[in-house]
């Protein structure tokens, strides 16, 4: 396992992480997330995220008892604050109140004294952003939570957050957690990379797989029991356009003697600014699979490279 620092931060994490979403606490009970946890980390994995909303907090709970008998110090957990976790008006968004509350909510779920990474899940339009900051700033200082982010920012949102924290001697943003994969990318490459290379913090990215599409199962229709099959809102990633480009990309894998998934996170990692990459899995052997995408970067030839970009035919115009 290669590790990369955090951006400009000290922290260095496992540049393939591994993620609680739409796993743990849904499709993978308490003993299988442990068995699978342990296995990420004795492969080298140091990360694990969460988020307060994954599976109505039980996501947490179950990653509270996987890492019950792993050494504290080793890991860097996440969670996250935003979406609706409490009855009423108050339990969402991004004010001073819904953040404390969550936050202690978490770790009590989590069973931890502390978060390493907490991220603001996404922009709150209707709360004043130096409010969002100076209670991270405070969180931060009361030992809770190590170093805090965003999810799904824009790189100007996150620049103000810079700014703010600038004037008024606060704790900034020190990570941001974008969608970004083979089939979305605009946003990550256009606008968060120059920024993150300019402001300093790290980028560790989530669905590097596009929901399943980049595994190659959906290529002959919708199989019962996927995730796909399972959540409706999901449907939109397939297209026949899509299906297409899935079957070369493919190809160019089995010319490399890799699995396609382990193509698409590799191809992910050839950017320096990403820090990690979140992966998820409900079986070992997916896994170990992800684990190996590491060994893929180097096998990124110029020519493998064009190759795939004239595939995708979607490159970011800022880097025309």
Known sequence: ??????????????????????????????PEATKILHKAYELGVN????????????????????????????????????????????????SRKHIMESCHASLKRLGLDYLDLYFCHR?????????????MDDLV??????????SEWRAGQIANAHGIAAQWGLYAPSVE????????????????VPTAEDLGFGLVSWSPLRSGL?????????????????????RGVLDEANILKVKELAKIAEEMGVSLP????????????????????????????????????????????????AILDNKPQSEE
Do not use: C
Request: without cysteine; proline residues 4%; glycine residues 8%.
């Open 123 to 135: 922009y709150d339009d209707e709360t004043p952003l130096d409010e969002v900051v100076r209670a």
């Open 262 to 309: 382990q193509l698409a996170i590799g191809w992910l990692l050839r950017i320096p600014q990403l820090t990690s990459v979140i992966t998820g899995a409900s079986r070992m052997e997916h896994l170990e699979e992800n684990l190996k995408s590491s060994e893929v970067v180097e096998l990124l030839s110029p020519e493998i490279l064009e190759r795939i970009e």
């Open 1 to 30: 396992m290669n590790y990369r620092r955090m951006g400009k931060t000290g922290l260095k994490l496992s540049e393939i992480s591994f993620g609680a979403w739409l796993t743990f606490g849904r499709t993978v009970d308490a």
């Open 141 to 150: 200082h009361q030992g809770k939570i190590l170093y805090w982010g965003t």
């Open 214 to 234: 980049l595994t190659g199962k959906y290529n002959q229709g919708i199989p019962e029991g996927t995730r796909l099959d399972q959540h409706e809102w999901l």
């Open 47 to 94: 990360f694990f995220d969460n988020a307060d909303v994954y599976a109505q907090g039980k996501a947490e709970t179950v990653m509270s008892e996987a890492i019950r008998d792993l050494p504290r110090e080793a890991l860097v957990i996440s969670s996250k604050v935003f979406w609706p976790t409490m009855e009423g008006p108050t339990g969402r968004g991004l």
């Open 177 to 192: 957690q974008p969608h970004y994969n083979m089939f979305v990318r605009q946003k990550f490459e256009g606008e968060l």
